[in-house]
């Protein structure tokens, strides 16, 4: 298993009239989790797209346990729990606040597609490479 | 059975650089879709927070199909399957583009908190009224 | 002097915990006003940039005189005062809500960028003949 | 004078079709600079709204320069070069790429208001005197 966290401080922006962030930002949180993730790794999500590779989530399961407040500093826990062997990968993703109360749980699914086909394809080889240590 | 339609052009901001909708703005033309969908029943969400109601949402699962584009006028289809009986409930919600393709398809759920006391209520009377005329 | 009306309905998402509209949001509704008063030139922006034209804004004065609030139905007002003659164009808009107050004065520079060069050019033929009319 | 640096770096979400950062969102980006120099002053502006105090944005001029990327390691500059006197506070800001490039550059200025009676009120005494020995 591969495991990375992170942390994201909440923006004004992204809260709302309830004076929480808006349930929608989390889609957000939830990427600077997957990249950070594979900048830990030791490359970047952005280098995936320049070997041509671009990854579209195609599922997103988020359940809302608890609410996270204007300038709480969020940590984001971001995993993967089976080293991909198809077109498809699977991240689990969790949102504490600084108490450590878990705040939100993600389960998202991303397709690697070939850019200029548009067709699915398999991790590229370097991701894999740095990926399959963890497993 | 409830259901209703709306319809959101896409902005420019809305798009990533996949020339595509970016995937978390769909949680925004959902919110837009149940939004409108409750002023086709005859009041308004702002009411419902005027009534000393909120409305969080506790779950959502997106499955993304196919992008929506920039300028696209998509429409939103909002429908509630069951009436709800106590503090829970569930949307499904369909994005279509012109011609008709199916793009995403979710399942939100929300409950009704008492603003006050934040404690889990049931649905505001009025909107009981209205909603249970489909059913 | 070319003026358009477009109407926009504020969403929660665009809302803040000071239960008003978020300062950074007015500039997608101006963007929005921009687009709209094209096509109701009777072209899209859409198409500007199919023919091979980009719009990057350069330059952008806001004042925020009044709060926009959830669910205010706005009225965006876009109007252009002179007629380009270079690769720079520039909008004045005004966003009203309901009770016909002005809430928020924008003036908006945007250039006539070149997408396969990035050079400067000219306002794209096809706009510049919709939009003399009015001058 | 006060000034002071953060870094933000560029989320996918805030990429458009263009491949750069969508104009608008620099306003959050300028948010976060002026949030973090006032963390950077030993208070926050979390705690200013907890005094009753909130701080409303009343007017923003942003020249755009250069255009930001995906992934970029942005630097936000802010200064305040006068020490306010009165429920007006003048924000200077700047954004940098890694290749300490200038992108963007705004003015941006806010009010002392009351949240209570949302009068206009002077700076709280806290941040006087954390600011006044900058000048």
Request: proline share 2%; net charge neutral.
């Amino acid at each position: 298993m591969f495991e990375s966290t992170t942390q994201i401080r909440v923006r004004y922006a992204e809260t709302d009239q309830m004076s929480v962030v808006y349930y929608g930002n989390y889609a957000q949180y939830f990427e600077v989790g997957r990249v950070e993730s594979i900048r830990q790794l030791g490359l970047s999500y952005k280098q995936i797209e320049e070997f041509g590779v671009i990854m579209p989530v195609v599922e997103m399961n988020i359940k809302f346990l608890r609410s996270a407040e204007y300038d709480d500093l969020l940590t984001v826990k971001t995993s993967v729990k089976e080293l991909p062997t198809n077109h498809k990968i699977e991240f689990h993703q969790e949102v504490y606040n600084e108490a450590n109360k878990l705040l939100t749980v993600g389960r998202i699914v991303l397709y690697f597609i070939d850019a200029a086909t548009k067709a699915k394809t398999n991790m590229p080889a370097l991701l894999k490479e740095k990926l399959e240590k963890f497993f």
